[in-house]
């Protein structure tokens, strides 16, 4: 297993348009989640999938914002009717949590930078 | 609330240099993880370590030192004898234990350049 995949790598749109960004965990991790870094900034968690359940997605930006994972692996995060403020990259992390307790390491892929034009 | 405050957004250094990143952090936790992570220009967030609440012991691995002091909410990172490969952007980061959500809390990064 190389990593966390993610793709595009790259996306430029047009405001309005919809976007779709897919994320490959490593294979052997439960947990997998999503942040956004914008120009300057360190990543501002958004939502984080159990297996194939969304424990929380209070973080996602707005109602415009959905992320899937359906199977328990590969995820996907959707952002409807996008705007120029939607501009950043978007990363995916993934991490094996056993317990309650413990370091929870995130293993981070490369991410996706969206451009809203 | 959970907040991390790295005040150094850039530094600049000559090659073999000492450089030291600080890190401030807040929570109300009683138990906790630190981490560092390193971004280079490629862009993918690099784990480089954790530390847990109750290990105060500071940490060195090679060139890279950590020292974490609960007493004043800091977790410092030094690198010694600078190299410019070294040179990228480096991120403290926080993640509660006490929910279940674990997620990291980053600072804003610090950017640090190391010239020739």
């Known amino acids: 297993d190389t990593g966390v995949s993610q793709d595009p790598r790259h996306k430029i749109t047009k405001r309005g348009q919809n976007v779709t960004f897919r994320c490959d965990p490593i294979?052997?991790?439960?947990?997998l989640y999503w942040y956004r870094q914008t120009l300057g900034q360190g990543p501002e968690f958004l939502t984080y999938f159990q297996n194939e359940a969304q424990l929380e997605k209070s973080r996602l930006l707005s109602d415009r914002f959905s992320a899937e994972r359906p199977k328990g692996s590969f995820s996907t995060l959707e952002i409807q009717r996008t705007e120029q403020g939607d501009s950043a990259m978007y990363l995916c992390?993934?991490?094996?949590?056993?317990?309650?307790?413990?370091?929870?390491?995130?293993?981070f892929g490369a991410g996706s930078r969206l451009t809203v034009l | 609330a959970q907040k991390v405050t790295q005040a150094q957004t850039e530094i600049s250094v000559v090659e073999k240099e000492d450089v030291t990143l600080d890190c401030v952090y807040e929570?109300?936790?009683?138990?906790?993880?630190l981490f560092w992570y390193k971004q280079p220009p490629s862009g993918e967030l690099v784990f480089l370590i954790r530390r847990n609440s109750f290990d105060e012991q500071n940490e060195i691995s090679g060139r890279y030192s950590w020292n974490f002091q609960k007493s004043t909410s800091s977790f410092n990172f030094t690198i010694t004898a600078s190299q410019v490969v070294d040179s990228a952007v480096y991120f403290c980061a926080l993640s509660e234990v006490d929910t279940g959500r674990r997620a990291l809390t980053f600072g804003s990064g610090t950017r640090l350049q190391v010239q020739p």
């Open positions: 929570t109300r936790d009683t138990t906790y993880y």
């Open positions: 992390a993934s991490s094996l949590v056993r317990g309650s307790s413990g370091a929870n390491v995130l293993t």
């Open positions: 294979s052997e991790h439960n947990r």
